[in-house]
C-alpha cells in the first residue's frame, strides 16, 4: 500500500485545475489512490468502480488524467484507454494504467493502446507526482507539433479549393521517414529489452502519428474526389478506413466505408472492411450482406468465402459454413486457416 508519509510538494495549481478519474474495482485501494491523488493538489476527483459509470463520467467531464487498473475480474483497462483515445478531446490526455507487475506483452498492448504511463502497484505519491508532474506539465513533442502544423495547412488548403497543393502538403506528412511504423518498431524493440519507459514513449509517438496520418489520408481522399480522381479517392480513403479499423475505432471507419458507397466506389475492399466491422459487433446479418456484395465484385477471393464461413459458424449453421470453408480451400489449396477449421469440424471438434 502507499504509505502514510506525505512529506512532499503539492503540485503547481496550473497543473491541477480539471477533474481527475480513477477505476479500480478494489475499495481500499481506491481510498488509497484518492487520499493519494487528492494530496497532490486535485479537488475534483472521480474514484470509480463501475466500468461503465467511468465512461458515462468521461463523456460528461473535461478530465485532465486518467488512472486506471490494467486488468482485474470486472475492469479492463486496456479496453477503457482505448474508448477514451478515440473520443478527440483525449487524444493527448495522460492516461495511466497499474499493475503489480508489467511484462512485455502487456507493455506492448498498452503502448499499442496509447497509454501515457505504467505504474507498479504499489508505488509511492512521489512516483505518482513525479509521473503526473512529467506529463501534465510536457509539451508535445516537436515531431508531433510539425505533423499537426503541416496536417492543418494541407487541409486548410484543400478547404478553400487549392486541392493540388493541399495534396501536396499532406504528401510531405506520409513521405516523412519516421512515421507510424518506424516509432512501433522503436515500442516492440525496447519492450522485448524490457527498456519499458523507452517503448512506452515510442508507442506515444507511433499512435499519435497514426491518428494524424489517418486524417491525411481522408482529406487527400476528399481532395481527389473534388479533382474528379476517384481511383486516388477511393485508395486514400480505404487507407484512412484502414487505419482506424486497426485502431478499433470501427465508427470512424465505418463512416468513410460509407461514404466511399455512397459516392460510388463499390470495390472489393468497402465491402469486405463493412462485413468485418458488423461481424465483430456481432451483426451476422449484415456482415453477410456486404461480404456477399464483395463476391460480387471478385467471387473467387478465397478471403470473403473463409469470412462468410466463420460467420456461418457462429450462427451454429454448420452444412453452410463447411461451403464456404471448402470453396475458400478449393480456390486457395494452401489455405491453412480453412484446412484447419474443416479438420476440427471432420473430427467433430466443431
Request: glycine residues 6%; neutral net charge; charged residues 25%.
Amino acid at each position: 500500500m502507499i504509505p502514510s508519509d506525505f512529506s512532499l510538494p503539492i503540485l503547481p495549481p496550473t497543473e491541477t485545475k480539471g477533474s481527475v478519474l480513477i477505476l479500480h474495482e478494489d475499495q481500499g485501494i481506491l481510498e488509497t489512490l484518492l487520499k493519494a491523488v487528492s494530496f497532490l493538489g486535485f479537488d475534483r476527483i472521480s474514484a470509480m468502480q463501475n466500468f461503465e459509470e467511468a465512461v458515462w463520467e468521461s463523456s460528461k467531464k473535461e478530465i485532465v488524467f486518467f488512472l486506471c487498473a490494467y486488468t482485474t475480474p470486472t475492469i479492463q483497462g486496456l479496453r477503457f484507454l482505448s474508448l477514451i483515445r478515440k473520443n478527440e478531446r483525449f487524444a493527448y490526455t495522460p492516461f495511466f494504467l497499474m499493475d503489480p507487475e508489467f511484462t512485455s506483452l502487456k507493455v506492448m498492448k498498452a503502448g499499442y493502446a496509447g497509454v501515457t504511463g505504467l505504474l507498479v502497484w504499489p508505488f509511492t505519491p512521489r512516483i505518482l507526482q513525479e509521473k503526473l508532474a512529467k506529463s501534465l506539465g510536457q509539451t508535445r513533442d516537436p515531431h508531433i507539433r510539425k505533423t499537426e502544423t503541416q496536417l492543418e495547412k494541407g487541409v486548410s488548403l484543400i478547404d478553400t479549393g487549392r486541392f493540388k497543393e493541399g495534396v501536396a502538403q499532406l504528401k510531405s506528412i506520409l513521405d516523412q521517414k519516421e512515421g507510424p511504423e518506424y516509432h512501433y518498431n522503436i515500442g516492440y524493440i525496447r519492450s522485448i529489452q524490457k527498456r519499458y519507459p523507452e517503448a512506452i514513449e515510442a508507442f506515444r509517438k507511433a499512435t499519435q502519428l497514426d491518428r494524424l496520418f489517418a486524417k491525411a489520408y481522408e482529406a487527400m481522399g476528399r481532395a481527389y474526389r473534388a479533382m474528379g480522381r476517384d481511383d486516388l479517392a477511393d485508395q486514400y480513403l480505404g487507407h484512412a478506413a484502414q487505419i482506424h479499423m486497426e485502431r478499433d475505432n470501427d465508427g470512424h471507419a465505418e463512416d468513410i466505408l460509407k461514404e466511399m458507397l455512397a459516392l460510388g466506389y463499390e470495390s472489393l475492399n468497402v465491402f469486405n472492411s463493412l462485413g468485418i466491422i458488423y461481424r465483430k459487433r456481432g451483426d451476422h446479418q449484415n456482415a453477410m450482406i456486404h461480404y456477399a456484395k464483395a463476391l460480387k465484385v471478385h467471387p473467387d477471393e478465397p478471403h470473403i468465402h473463409y469470412n462468410m464461413g466463420r460467420i456461418c459458424l457462429d450462427m451454429k449453421d454448420m452444412d453452410k459454413a463447411r461451403e464456404f470453408f471448402e470453396k475458400a480451400v478449393k480456390i486457395q489449396k494452401d489455405f491453412k486457416e480453412a484446412r484447419q477449421i474443416l479438420k476440427a469440424m471432420d473430427l467433430g471438434i466443431l
